[in-house]
């Protein structure tokens, strides 16, 4: 299983970024994948959840900018980030669990400053 996080960068606040995670080795539809972020001297925190079934969930400190999506064809899962702030600012890794064991990509850094 490997996970690939690309899309982050330096944005300005209220800004946007699409992260992506492309993934071999297991099926984005059929099991639950997460967005998780950690900033310098955070624990990681899990920001956002996309189920087998296509239902979501976000951390309430994201919840109304940040879209959690995939692309069954692409076996690809996607984070849409809208008007971001200063504290979205991390190392945002994707996730998934198979067979009990916890796969993440290699983190993608996202910027936010003016």
């Known amino acids: 299983v490997q996970l690939q996080a690309s899309g982050g960068g330096l944005v300005q606040p209220g800004g946007s970024l699409r992260l992506s995670c492309a993934t071999s080795?297991?099926?984005?539809?059929?099991?639950?994948m997460n967005w998780y972020r950690q900033a310098p001297g955070t624990q990681r925190e899990l920001v956002a959840t996309?189920?087998?079934?296509?239902?979501?969930n976000y951390a309430d400190s994201v919840k109304g900018r940040f879209t959690i999506s995939r692309d069954n064809a692409k076996n690809t899962v996607y984070l849409q980030m809208n008007s971001l702030k200063p504290e979205d600012a991390a190392v945002y890794y994707c996730?998934?669990?198979?067979?009990?064991?916890?796969?993440w990509g290699q983190g993608t850094l996202v910027t936010v400053s003016s």
């Open positions: 996309i189920t087998s079934t296509g239902s979501t």
């Open positions: 996730n998934t669990v198979r067979n009990g064991r916890g796969y």
């Open positions: 080795g297991i099926i984005v539809g059929i099991r639950s």
